[in-house]
Structures are given as C-alpha cells and as structure tokens.
C-alpha cells in the first residue's frame, strides 16, 4: 500500500484561540481545519509543519513540541501525520 506523510500544527495564543484555516477549493464547501499538509521528500515534519503554517496563513512559527502522530488508510493510502504544537514568532 502507498504511503502519504504530512504534518499538522496546533497553535492556540494567549487567549486560548486555535489558529484554523479554510480549506477547499472556491466551488467546494469550505471547512475549518487546522494548518496542515503533504510533506515533501526532502524535508523533516518539522519543516513541512513550519512550510504549511506559512503557506496557509502567512505567519512564521516554531515548532515547541511533537504532540502525537496519527495513522490510518485513506483511498488506498497509509497516511501518517505528525502534530505539532506551535507558536507565532513573525509573520502576518
């Protein structure tokens, strides 16, 4: 069975909001998800997390701490996730 890897990142500021994003394309219902995505070949989880967080919304993290890793199958994929959690340090 192919596998898929990627990351995820749990950040919740001082007031204890989760940072959530939108996903889906615009002929799609949108929903909340956490930052998240495929890793790539040449990169760890913890770059992947640190890429996606910038991609998605823009703003520069650093990754505090692993938090768990989560497998399952999905349309004939193992798929493997690492969460992390996070913080904001720059960015907008």
Not at 6 to 32: F, I
Not at 77 to 88: P, S
Request: hydrophobic fraction near 35%; charge should be negative; aromatic fraction near 10%.
């Amino acid at each position: 069975m192919k596998k898929w890897f990627g990351s995820a990142a749990v950040c919740v500021n001082d007031k204890q909001e989760l940072l959530m994003v939108k996903q889906g394309t615009p002929d799609e219902d949108k929903c909340w998800s956490i930052p998240s995505g495929g890793k790539e070949a040449d990169e760890t989880f913890e770059e992947c997390c640190i890429r996606e967080v910038k991609e998605e919304t823009g703003y520069d993290v650093h990754i505090i701490r692993p938090l768990f890793t989560k497998t399952g199958t999905q349309e004939g994929f193992t798929v493997v996730v690492q969460y992390f959690e996070v913080a904001i340090h720059g960015g907008e």
